[in-house]
């Protein structure tokens, strides 16, 4: 049978050599052991870790504007605590992530 003669659907593109496909499915495994328990524990966590840095953002906000605007401390870090806020927020963003990328 001459291969132009055969519908496109029917010819055998070959599979990837076993050893391949046993080192994928190796890493696939070893990937998920390491995957899973990491990311159950960042969802276990995941509320008090919001909690936490969303907290501390809100109160050095707070602090800081508080601070500033009365007048008590002459040389207060006014942008050292709104940075610090920042950070906070930056830190619970980067927190997130993590956890959308080792759901997929």
Not at 9 to 26: E, I, K, Q
Not at 65 to 74: E, N, Q, Y
């Amino acid at each position: 049978m001459h291969l132009m003669s055969r519908p496109l659907a029917t010819l055998d593109h070959g599979d990837p050599p076993f050893g391949r496909s046993l080192v994928l499915g190796t890493l696939r495994v070893l990937w998920n052991a390491v995957r899973l328990p990491m990311l159950a524990l960042l969802i276990i966590l995941e509320p008090l870790v919001t909690l936490i840095l969303s907290a501390m953002a809100f109160v050095g906000v707070v602090a800081a504007c508080v601070l500033r605007l009365s007048g008590d401390l002459p040389h207060f870090p006014f942008w050292g605590m709104m940075g610090f806020s920042v950070v906070c927020m930056l830190l619970l963003m980067a927190y997130h992530t993590v956890l959308r990328l080792l759901s997929r």
